[in-house]
């Protein structure tokens, strides 16, 4: 963000919301969004002042909202709070940290006198700066997807944008990262494994889908599209579809695709001296005890795609 500067008063936005024209603060805010708009980027219908919410049933108004668009509705990403020159930044982060916390999904806030500038992310720790703009925050003519790695627990979200050089795009706690079409793989998906009652896997994969090549390196990776509830407690849906490393071996309690008397599952692994423990996330569901040599692993999960409307 360039240094302080002074914008004509012609030159304000959203001039029919302004309260006081020729007040210092105004003059902080009209320069952070200028600099919002040529510094990083943001078009216009991204950005809103005086917002209204409620803070423990006192209405308040942000001074500045950048917003995103999240399953095709807008959602506040980053919530600017200015202050008159002189000011004592940290007398108003309490401030700023409250209409963080009643924005839902937001990830940044920033605040600034012109003249110093504090960031913090969705945690309030500092930052060194706030995101420019992305694309990918405007609606896109694809689909989006929630995934889960279950190495991490962290969720982002998966936009197929087929309109664009950058066929894939992951969003994830606000920030943007585009893959190209070579920078992507084609997972072959597989329609049927019981997270449940028992189900053959299709020999054949009759769909595709797409992932960054850079987070599976060097893995032989498919897709399998669950049917059951037994895992639910592991954030494994009924309808979801899992992300399957192909090995025939797993550690103690890694989520795995295992087949047994022609039969395929998805269970949480456990070995125990000749015999192979398949449990469930479910306590409706009883632990599962084959023999070693009758159980073959067909893999181990490493994530979850949700379905489009990323529930």
């Known amino acids: 963000m360039r240094v302080f500067y002074k914008v004509n008063v012609d030159d304000y936005l959203f001039t029919e ?46 001074d500045i909202t950048i917003n995103t668009y999240r399953d095709d ?9 200015t202050k008159a020159p002189g000011t004592d930044l940290a007398a108003g982060l309490e401030q700023l ?38 694309r990918s925050m405007l609606p896109v003519g694809g689909e989006a997807y929630k995934y889960l790695d279950l190495q991490t627990k ?8 087929y309109e664009s050089n950058e066929k894939l795009l992951v969003e994830r706690s606000g920030a943007y990262e585009g893959y190209a079409d070579e920078d992507t793989f084609e997972a072959p998906l597989f329609q049927k494994a019981a997270a449940g009652s028992p189900h053959l896997m299709d020999e054949q994969a009759d769909e595709f889908f797409c992932l960054p ?82 159980a073959r692993i067909l893999g181990v999960a490493l994530g979850v795609i949700k379905g489009k409307s990323g529930e």
């Open 97 to 134: 940290k409250s209409y963080m916390k009643v924005s839902k999904d937001c990830q940044y806030g920033l605040l600034t006198n012109g003249h110093d500038l504090m960031v913090v992310n969705s945690n309030y720790d500092p930052v060194d700066d706030i995101p420019g703009f992305h």
């Open 154 to 161: 962290e969720y982002c979200t998966l936009k197929m944008d």
């Open 73 to 81: 509705k807008l959602s506040p990403l980053i919530v600017i709070e």
């Open 213 to 294: 090549t850079e987070w599976f390196k060097g893995k032989n990776i498919f897709a399998l599209q669950v049917k059951g509830d037994s895992m639910t407690g592991a954030g494994i849906d009924d309808g979801d579809m899992v992300v399957v490393e192909k090995r025939n071996y797993a550690d103690n309690l890694e989520i795995v695709v295992v087949a047994f008397n022609n039969e395929c599952v998805i269970k949480k692994y456990s070995s125990m001296g000749e015999d192979v423990v398949l449990l469930s996330e479910h306590k409706d569901y009883e632990p599962v005890s084959v023999k070693t040599e009758q």
């Open 17 to 62: 919301k302004i309260q006081r024209t020729f007040s210092p603060e105004e003059e902080v805010r009209q320069w952070v969004l200028r600099e919002l708009m040529d510094t990083y980027h943001y078009p216009l219908e991204l950005l809103e002042i005086e917002r209204k919410v409620n803070l423990f049933s006192t209405p308040g108004l942000i």
